[in-house]
């Protein structure tokens, strides 16, 4: 699986778009950019995936840039419920039977 | 309902005891599979089961020994229980392998082991 790297932490004002980047320079042709959070003491929650065209849906926006290197994870009207742990992952789109989860960015939304 | 159920949301132990935790989904989902996230906050996959068959095991000491006696239940045993076994452990279904015809996953709310 291709690797990912993002930003250890960001910060947020509420209300405000919050905008996660992810950079994923060696994903494949085949692997899809996932998005999932984990909320302090919860599991981990999907938040949406994509392969090349940019995703929305009632949680999120999911922007990939045209080389498919790079991604940004987009809240568009960030609550204090979003304060979480943001996770990007490549995988491919067949049967992995894994997500293999990296640091992630903590996302802190102040109010 | 909740989708993924584990119990015990906590569990405190001695070092050295055998203890199981539980996993449930309803989602009807084909795939299921415990993930141990450390002090650091890492998450890894330990095993995963599709249709009761051990998919991967990732390298998981044996004194871990998952079971799923069917497709909606998947219960992980651990003997000898030692400190480094602390953890939060969770609980994951989808479908398909997690494939993206399938969807994401569906995490349990995780299982709390301090082992003293």
């Known amino acids: 699986d291709a690797k990912t790297t993002q930003p250890p932490s960001m910060d947020c004002a509420e209300g405000r778009a919050a905008n996660l980047p992810c950079n994923h320079s060696?994903?494949?042709?085949?692997?899809?950019v996932y998005w999932y959070r984990q909320i302090h003491s919860q599991g981990p929650q999907y938040i949406i995936h994509?392969?090349?065209n940019n995703e929305t849906n009632e949680m999120a926006s999911l922007i990939i840039t045209e080389d498919r290197k790079s991604s940004t994870l987009i809240l568009p009207h960030a609550t204090l419920r979003d304060t979480a742990v943001y996770y990007c992952?490549?995988?491919?789109?067949?049967?992995?039977?894994?997500?293999?989860f990296g640091k992630g960015t903590l996302l802190t939304v102040n109010p | 309902d909740t989708a993924v159920s584990q119990t015990p949301k906590y569990l405190v132990t001695q070092m050295g005891n055998d203890k199981s935790i539980k996993c449930e989904q309803n989602?009807?989902?084909?795939?299921m599979y415990w993930y141990k996230q450390d002090s650091k906050k890492f998450l890894k996959i330990m095993f995963s089961y599709n249709n009761k068959e051990l998919i991967i095991n990732e390298t998981v000491p044996n004194r871990f020994s998952p079971k799923s006696p069917d497709k909606a239940h998947l219960n992980l045993h651990i003997n000898s229980l030692e400190l480094g076994d602390s953890a939060v452990y969770f609980c994951?279904?989808?479908?398909?392998?997690?494939?993206?015809?399938?969807?994401?996953?569906?995490f349990g709310s995780g299982t709390r082991l301090t082992v003293v």
């Open positions: 994509g392969l090349k």
């Open positions: 994951a279904s989808s479908r398909e392998g997690g494939s993206v015809a399938g969807g994401g996953y569906t």
């Open positions: 060696t994903i494949s042709g085949n692997e899809y």
């Open positions: 992952i490549v995988n491919s789109g067949g049967s992995n039977y894994k997500l293999t």
């Open positions: 989602l009807g989902h084909d795939t």
